[in-house]
């Protein structure tokens, strides 16, 4: 065993039965038949019509104070992955090493026991680690002043709000030292300032040498915390590498559905239907149907619609939101805060939406697309479309600049004058 190894994963699979009750066989005769009919449905990989392979031959190593991200589309399997490292199911084949005192969070609360009050859970949490009261009683004042939960400390958790909850989760989590820290997407649970508290702590325990195993959507993070990233698909690891790399082919193969323009055939979208987004079409103030927008210029993006059954949708606000391929965003564009909501639409229609003078650099960016009547979400589409943006002039002095982020309107003004000349 190498000592600078803290996980080591070796040709780990998961099965799931999905679908069906385990039947009860009364007699010999029926377990045969039920036998036979299981076998005439099975796969070459073991398989049956019934099964489900949530991870499949997964191989990985994880070295000590290493950081690694694990990302991948909902249903991918990284959740089960960490199920497994953290001893709560088994998996069906192959083997997982840990070497080390794990610490999980895997979702809001994990470990908690509801009736015991957030102290009493702190020092729950510390002895499932192995640590004992004076290592505890050594950390819980910073415990609880990172989940600010000083009012409650005595109050049953049950009767916390999902925002204390999940404060205190990760406060214990991440403050009793745990040599290996497995996390999962539970930081959305929080507001964005908690957010911003969680990975600043993350990052202050890596640098102290632990082991993360961290499972996230959210690529900014991911680069920014993890030298190293797995890409979970279908259950096996499609790449294994630097995280800038990893993020980039997941985000250009297996995040975006597609580039194309027609909406009407998108599966994967939220909802209650009353209006749907049916097309987008990007194109500038001179070429409408450009395809791709300039730098500086004024640029449009035509929204069709369209009504279920060809009803009259009323009050409709449409809005849009651009984002950089990490997920970052840069502009909403919502018909509500200009107060240019749609006041009605009969069957089908379109709108379009103009941006003065560009501000994005040169690159490729994602749209998402909403639709609301009467502030319920109607039509709610991820990465409904790619546009590219070119090049452009932005300031109009003939000079096309290597831009750097965004772009702005400014000026400059100059007193020539010397320094002695203005002091006299």
């Known amino acids: 065993m190498d000592s600078d190894i803290a996980i080591r994963v070796d040709g780990l699979s998961k099965q799931y039965r999905i679908g069906r009750r385990q039947e009860r066989h009364d007699?010999?005769?029926?377990?045969?038949?039920?036998g036979a009919k299981s076998f005439g449905r099975r796969d070459r990989d073991g398989s049956t019509d019934d099964t489900l392979w949530a991870l499949k031959d997964v191989s990985f190593e994880v070295k000590r104070g290493e950081v690694v991200g694990v990302i991948g589309r909902n249903g991918a399997g990284k959740s089960t992955l960490l199920k497994i490292l953290s001893r709560i199911t088994?998996?069906?084949a192959g083997r997982a090493e840990i070497h080390g005192r794990v610490g999980s969070l895997l979702e809001v609360g994990t470990g908690f026991h509801l009736e015991l009050t957030g102290r009493e859970n702190i020092y729950l949490n510390g002895a499932i680690l192995g640590m004992r009261r004076v290592e505890i009683e050594r950390k819980f004042d910073e415990i609880v002043a990172f989940a600010e939960i000083e009012k409650f400390l005595d109050t049953p958790v049950k009767r916390y709000s999902s925002g204390m909850y999940v404060r205190l989760a990760f406060a214990v989590a991440a403050h009793l030292e745990p040599e290996i820290l497995l996390v999962n997407e539970v930081l959305a649970v929080g507001d964005a300032q908690f957010q911003k508290k969680c990975l600043g702590k993350m990052?202050?325990?890596a640098k102290k040498g632990r082991t993360v195993l961290f499972v996230s959507h959210n690529m900014t993070a991911i680069m920014a915390l993890c030298s190293r990233s797995l890409?979970?698909?279908?259950?096996r690891i499609a790449r294994n590498g630097e995280s800038h790399d990893v993020v980039q082919t997941y985000l250009e193969n297996f995040q975006i559905v597609s580039a194309q323009r027609n909406l009407r055939e998108r599966q994967d979208r939220d909802g209650d239907g009353v209006?749907?987004?049916?097309?987008l079409?990007?194109?500038?103030s001179n070429n409408p149907q450009s395809g791709f927008w300039m730098t500086g210029q004024d640029s449009i993006v035509?929204?069709?619609?369209e009504c279920c059954g060809g009803r009259t949708c009323r009050n409709i606000e449409i809005a849009l939101g651009i984002r950089k391929f990490d997920q970052t965003r840069l502009l909403y564009l919502g018909s509500k805060v200009v107060r240019q909501d749609l006041e009605y639409v009969t069957g089908a229609g379109s709108s379009s939406c103009a941006i003065r003078r560009l501000p994005l650099e040169p690159g490729r960016y994602l749209v998402n697309v909403e639709l609301k009547q009467n502030g319920i979400i109607a039509d709610h589409v991820e990465s409904a479309g790619v546009v590219d943006v070119a090049d452009g002039d932005y300031y109009g002095t003939g000079v096309v600049w290597p831009y750097s982020g965004f772009l702005c309107?400014?000026?400059?003004?100059?007193?020539?004058?010397?320094?002695?000349?203005?002091g006299r």
């Open 203 to 205: 990052g202050e325990v």
């Open 409 to 422: 309107d400014y000026s400059w003004s100059h007193d020539s004058r010397s320094a002695d000349a203005a």
């Open 281 to 284: 079409c990007f194109g500038t």
């Open 231 to 235: 890409l979970v698909d279908a259950g």
């Open 275 to 279: 209006i749907r987004v049916t097309s």
């Open 302 to 305: 035509d929204i069709g619609y």
């Open 27 to 34: 007699t010999l005769r029926d377990a045969i038949v039920a």
């Open 90 to 92: 088994e998996p069906t």
